[in-house]
Nanobody
Framework: QVRLEESGGGSVQPGGSLTLACEIP????????MGWFRQTPGEEREGMAC????????YYSDAVKGRFTISRNNDKKTAYLQMNSLNPHDSATYYC????????????????????????WGTGALVTVSS
């Protein structure tokens, strides 16, 4: 069973920063492409940032490029999302995801519709940006 353990999230003022972490202790973590997705009520879940399994290539959506940074520590079996310059539009539930299909194509993993493999999901972390 693939269980993703998320941590981080919370409330922050506009312009502030938060870091999310996602650990998968029970799998060969380096084999998995990892990503962070977010969803607001009534909207489709969308991929924000994804990182390939081995060489750490990254993909970012236009909405977060230049502000968010995804990284991974294969020894700790953990992926991170550093979020800077947060604004109210970033308020959402953030989900960590992992996949084995096409692990070197982070852009594909972030594409909520085109990715053909199975995504394993975390339970979500609520991020609220308000003054």
């Amino acid at each position: 069973q693939v269980r993703l353990e998320e941590s981080g999230g919370g409330s922050v003022q506009p312009g502030g920063s938060l870091t999310l972490a996602c650990e998968i202790p029970s799998v060969p973590f380096p084999d998995y492409v990892m990503g962070w997705f977010r969803q607001t009520p009534g909207e489709e879940r969308e991929g924000m940032a994804c990182v390939s399994s081995i060489d750490g290539r990254t993909y970012y959506s236009d909405a977060v490029k230049g502000r968010f940074t995804i990284s991974r520590n294969n020894d700790k079996k953990t992926a991170y999302l550093q979020m800077n310059s947060l604004n109210p539009h970033d308020s959402a539930t953030y989900y960590c995801a992992a996949g084995l299909h096409a692990p070197q194509l982070p852009w594909l993993f972030c594409d909520i519709k085109r990715y053909a493999g199975t995504r394993y999901w975390g339970t979500g972390a609520l991020v609220t940006v308000s003054s």
